[in-house]
């Protein structure tokens, strides 16, 4: 039977879904400490780039900006050379959650998908992740800011 | 002792993340949403702010710092201009970090090549 990549894929995270649910149990401790050490970690080379940027005289509220994009940068680097896989299977969320791993989402889909095409493949499909980030963060800021803004006033 | 507040914080967010991520059958891409919609929260309860300035990077390098950045956002623009600010707010905080991931993303692409 003929299958469209779109379906293979669906099987396949559908299948990877039921498998999820009758695995044994995840090493729940182990997966934390990993988590916690790898976002700890990035987390504190974070910081060392937002000292670095308030040491240059930005003010500390001005400097998360400039911090995000190069972490950004380091991110989508790293992704690059291969290096960021494999923090991540080390560090699970800890490698995922944080804004170093939004650009390893990006960047590893993009490559991923380059072999269909520069337009329809990598530029599409590399907001396989950040797509849903996105969307869910804009509608939530609208709304969560809407709000506060007619109960709270600001 | 910055470092030492960032590294526990935002090992603790991540923490949370991996127990979510183990606990349910969530997806990672669930889990990221999920912090961004979190952080969008806190921020409108007033609570994601305190913990920037408490924990510097340890709160803003997890993705629930796009929440926060987008909320406020939100309503500064609000408070500025209106009505027109809820939408016109979004990206004025966040705004370079997703062109940086979009731009770096991109770039670092183009220039690897696919594996296999």
Same mark, same amino acid.
């Given at each position: 039977?003929?299958?469209?990549?779109?379906?293979?894929?669906?099987?396949?995270?559908?299948?990877?879904?039921?498998?999820?649910?009758?695995?044994?149990?995840?090493? @729940?401790?182990?997966?934390?400490?990993?988590?916690?050490?790898?976002?700890?970690?990035?987390?504190?080379?974070?910081?060392?780039?937002?000292?670095?940027?308030?040491?240059?005289? @930005?003010?500390?509220?001005?400097?998360?900006?400039?911090? $995000?994009?190069?972490?950004?940068?380091?991110? $989508?680097?790293?992704?690059? @050379?291969?290096?960021?896989?494999?923090?991540?299977?080390?560090?699970?969320?800890?490698?995922?959650?944080?804004?170093?791993?939004? $650009?390893?989402?990006?960047?590893?889909?993009?490559?991923?998908?380059?072999?269909?095409?520069?337009?329809?493949?990598?530029? $599409?499909?590399?907001?396989? /992740?950040?797509?849903?980030?996105?969307?869910?963060?804009?509608?939530?800021? /609208?709304?969560?800011?809407?709000?506060?803004?007619?109960?709270?006033?600001? | 002792?910055?470092?030492?507040?960032? *590294?526990?914080?935002?090992?603790?967010?991540?923490?949370?993340?991996?127990?979510?991520?183990?606990?349910? #059958? *969530?997806?990672?891409?669930?889990?990221?949403?999920? *912090?961004?919609?979190?952080?969008?929260?806190?921020? !409108?309860?007033?609570?994601?702010?305190?913990?920037?300035?408490?924990?510097?990077?340890?709160?803003?390098?997890?993705?629930?710092? %796009?929440?926060? #950045?987008?909320?406020? !956002?939100?309503?500064?623009?609000?408070?500025?201009?209106?009505?027109?600010?809820?939408?016109? !707010? #979004? %990206?004025?905080?966040?705004?370079?970090?997703?062109?940086?991931?979009? %731009?770096?993303? %991109?770039?670092?692409?183009?220039?690897?090549?696919?594996?296999?």
């Amino acid at each position: 039977m003929a299958q469209t990549k779109e379906q293979q894929k669906r099987a396949q995270e559908e299948y990877q879904r039921l498998a999820r649910r009758h695995r044994p149990r995840p090493p @729940l401790l182990r997966n934390a400490l990993l988590a916690f050490l790898v976002g700890g970690a990035i987390s504190a080379a974070g910081q060392g780039v937002l000292n670095f940027f308030v040491a240059q005289g @930005l003010p500390p509220d001005k400097a998360g900006g400039p911090t $995000a994009g190069v972490m950004v940068f380091l991110g $989508a680097f790293l992704t690059a @050379l291969g290096v960021y896989d494999k923090i991540g299977q080390v560090g699970g969320a800890g490698s995922a959650i944080p804004i170093t791993g939004f $650009a390893n989402s990006i960047v590893a889909a993009a490559i991923e998908f380059k072999t269909e095409g520069f337009v329809m493949g990598m530029a $599409a499909r590399m907001y396989q /992740i950040a797509g849903p980030v996105i969307t869910y963060g804009v509608t939530s800021a /609208i709304v969560v800011g809407l709000l506060r803004f007619l109960i709270a006033g600001g | 002792m910055s470092y030492v507040w960032a *590294f526990l914080v935002g090992g603790l967010i991540c923490v949370i993340g991996q127990l979510v991520f183990d606990l349910t #059958v *969530f997806t990672m891409g669930h889990v990221m949403v999920l *912090f961004v919609v979190l952080g969008s929260v806190l921020t !409108g309860l007033g609570l994601y702010e305190p913990l920037v300035k408490f924990a510097g990077a340890g709160a803003s390098v997890p993705v629930s710092n %796009f929440g926060y #950045v987008l909320t406020s !956002g939100v309503l500064k623009e609000l408070e500025l201009i209106g009505p027109w600010g809820a939408l016109a !707010g #979004v %990206f004025e905080l966040g705004g370079g970090a997703i062109a940086a991931a979009i %731009f770096f993303g %991109f770039l670092f692409a183009l220039l690897t090549r696919a594996k296999g």
